[in-house]
């Protein structure tokens, strides 16, 4: 009898473990959970480990805890759109290695940490758009270098790291429409690497800036060089020989960061270009209008020369003509008049 009931005990664990959530249904032929619009708060229990697509949008997940995908390691595409999921542990999705789709969409998200998606090396579409996104980190995590498609779009993004953007080698398309991206200094680094990804043949639907006001509405790769000149104003002093250059990633003499991004100087205005030029470039300014001015001056001289000097000779001409051509014109040669005489004779 005991043994019949320690056979029978683990049999009732084996299929409560494998079997598919009462609010869910689930599909062996396509390893599919369908747990959407059930009304759950968590990511549900006892998931059949064999399944590859979980489908959980439309529900109230406020949280994902961090151990809630170690029961389903093959899991290729999850579905998290349309929930309340405001914040995500750091290890939530560490699991699943096998993990290709992660649709965060229509959340509530605010924050997304340093690493937060590590460990997920076959991981090729992420996508966070339509969340309260205002900071994202320097990179999303170890082994997610694959990411070929990368949306933000519909946030509150006003930057976003350049070396962010460069941790994803095998980008093909990033969308970052809708966010009230900054124009300054902050987003120089953004417009260079974005230049370079569509000159490799890479999608985007560009990014519009919303300030400072005067490139409010104007698409970022339109704003011309000259107007993030003075940013360079605003580098570090260059670090001591021997010391190391960091990532490489940012230009050089560009802005550092401090530990919550913002510009190392501690300037609240985003490190928006200075009106005030620079002492080389004023003395080189001066200089060329100086130039420019005497050699209009010469030139001005000589045409004013040129001009008198044509009067005067115009006028002597007049002169001599009037005196010495015009008495002899009106009274006639002796070699003129002597046909006429002959004829008269």
Same mark, same amino acid.
């Given at each position: ?47 059949? !480990?064999?399944?590859? =697509? $979980?489908? *959980?949008? #439309? +529900?109230? @997940? ?5 151990? &809630? %995908?170690?029961?389903? !390691?093959?899991?290729? =595409? $999850?579905? *998290?759109? #349309? +929930?309340? @999921? ?5 290890? &939530? %999705? ?7 789709? $992660?649709? *965060?969409?229509? +959340?509530? @998200? ?6 937060? %998606? ?7 579409? $992420?996508? *966070?758009?339509? +969340?309260? @996104? ?212």
């Amino acid at each position: 009898t005991g043994n019949w009931l320690l056979i029978w005990s683990v049999t009732l664990l084996a299929h409560t473990a494998h079997s598919c959530p009462e609010k869910c249904l689930c599909h062996k032929a396509s390893k599919t959970a369908d747990c959407k619009n059930r009304g759950f708060t968590e990511i549900p229990a006892r998931l059949p !480990p064999e399944i590859q =697509i $979980l489908q *959980l949008q #439309n +529900n109230r @997940i406020w949280r994902i805890n961090q151990n &809630a %995908f170690t029961a389903t !390691p093959l899991l290729k =595409i $999850l579905d *998290l759109s #349309n +929930n309340s @999921i405001s914040s995500v542990a750091l290890g &939530a %999705f560490q699991k699943l290695r096998y993990l290709q789709v $992660l649709n *965060l969409t229509r +959340n509530l @998200i605010h924050y997304i940490e340093n690493k937060t %998606f590590s460990f997920l090396p076959h991981l090729k579409e $992420l996508d *966070l758009s339509s +969340n309260s @996104i205002i900071r994202l980190p320097e990179t999303f995590g170890n082994s997610t270098g694959n990411i070929t498609l990368l949306s933000v779009k519909h946030n509150k993004l006003q930057k976003m790291e350049r070396i962010l953007l460069e941790s994803l080698p095998n980008l093909k398309v990033v969308l970052f429409k809708d966010n009230p991206w900054q124009c300054n200094c902050n987003i120089f680094g953004m417009k260079l690497w974005l230049e370079s990804f569509l000159y490799r043949g890479g999608i985007s639907d560009g990014i519009m800036c919303s300030a400072p006001g005067v490139r409010k509405g104007k698409d970022l790769l339109k704003v011309p060089y000259e107007l993030f000149g003075a940013c360079a104003l605003r580098a570090a002093p260059a670090p001591p020989a021997g010391s190391p250059q960091g990532h490489g990633s940012e230009p050089r003499g560009w802005p550092k960061h401090g530990p919550h991004g913002e510009p190392g100087d501690g300037g609240r205005g985003g490190c928006e270009p200075k009106a005030r030029p620079r002492p080389v470039s004023l003395r080189h300014a001066i200089a060329t209008v100086v130039i420019t001015g005497v050699v209009c001056g010469v030139v001005c001289l000589m045409m004013l020369a040129a001009a008198v000097y044509g009067c005067a000779y115009a006028a002597i001409t007049a002169r001599y003509h009037k005196e010495h051509l015009g008495p002899v014109r009106q009274h006639g040669t002796p070699e003129e008049k002597e046909p006429f005489e002959s004829s008269m004779a």
